[in-house]
């Protein structure tokens, strides 16, 4: 009786927590330690930007135009005199947030059109359809013609791309949901009396999160390099804020005198998108199960 309590205990003890899980991820898959590292410090940079910015974003400074980098701008300062790492860091801020927030709309929105699609037949001949009639534009020129409809604003271009990247997630989760139900759990599960959203919540669902997971690191590199772009065409966010894409644009006309106001901005986004790519891959690597101890 002792030695069973006592494997019972060691069984409960042996459980792995979350930080067991997340050391084993970056040691397995060590391109996820890297793309969480530099993404953090983006992140905490970001987070940061009020205590770490020198200047005033929006601060004009016209004596001190188009300075290279030196101590007092260590990233140089654009045609107004605006410091350009205020602006990138304020930058970060935005471009983060909308990126952020693009993933959680349409993860929830291809969430629901997946599970409706996946499970009921009639649903999915018309839901399918039409992600694949909004699939069938390129991501760009959808959103372009979004925003010129709805105008320039954070959230206009937060409702154009989550629109955009909608289909992937439902997609996904539609495929996932029609391959684990018709798996023997699932069944099981519908024998004994189970409830169809019990079923769809406690087995459909929870086993269908990790594709939707790594789909949403993508979907975030994806958000922030659209938000960057609309912004560079002068279709996204108004240009008196501070965004990547807008500070790019704003620098091209002045590349071979200052190309510090677009070299600066355009290696934070690069940056960005590369450690979200990093995390993208390392997750799906390791939650695949054919290639989890290759």
Do not use: K
Request: net charge positive; glycine share 10%; hydrophobic share 55%.
């Amino acid at each position: 009786m002792a030695g069973e309590m006592v494997t019972a205990r060691a069984g409960r003890g042996a459980r792995p927590n979350i930080g067991s899980l997340l050391w084993r991820m970056v040691v397995r898959r060590r391109v996820i330690g890297v793309g969480v590292v530099v993404l953090g410090v983006i992140a905490v940079a970001a987070i940061l930007a009020p205590v770490l910015s020198p200047y005033d974003p929006s601060a004009l400074n016209v004596p001190d135009r188009l300075l290279g980098p030196a101590r007092g701008h260590p990233f140089g300062t654009d045609e107004f005199g605006r410091d350009i790492l205020s602006r990138t860091l304020y930058g970060a801020r935005l471009s983060l947030t909308v990126g952020l927030v693009v993933t959680a709309v349409a993860t929830a929105a291809g969430i629901v059109v997946g599970l409706v699609a996946g499970t009921n037949p009639r649903a999915d001949r018309i839901l399918m359809r039409v992600m694949d009639g909004v699939m069938a534009f390129p991501d760009i020129l959808l959103a372009i013609a979004l925003m010129a409809s709805l105008g320039p604003s954070a959230r206009n271009v937060v409702l154009a791309l989550s629109f955009v990247y909608t289909p992937r997630v439902a997609r996904v989760v539609r495929g996932a949901v029609l391959v684990i139900a018709s798996q023997e759990y699932v069944e099981a599960a519908r024998a004994v009396g189970a409830r169809g959203v019990r079923i769809l919540a406690r087995h459909i669902l929870v086993n269908s999160a990790s594709p939707v997971i790594v789909q949403a690191t993508f979907i975030t590199a994806y958000a922030m390099l659209g938000e960057a772009a609309l912004s560079f065409l002068g279709v996204g966010i108004p240009p008196q804020i501070a965004t990547w894409g807008g500070i790019i644009s704003q620098g091209q006309v002045y590349l071979r005198q200052a190309p510090w106001i677009s070299i600066f901005p355009g290696a934070a986004i690069v940056l960005s998108v590369l450690s979200l790519n990093l995390l993208g891959d390392g997750l799906r690597d390791f939650l695949d199960p054919r290639l989890r101890y290759s």
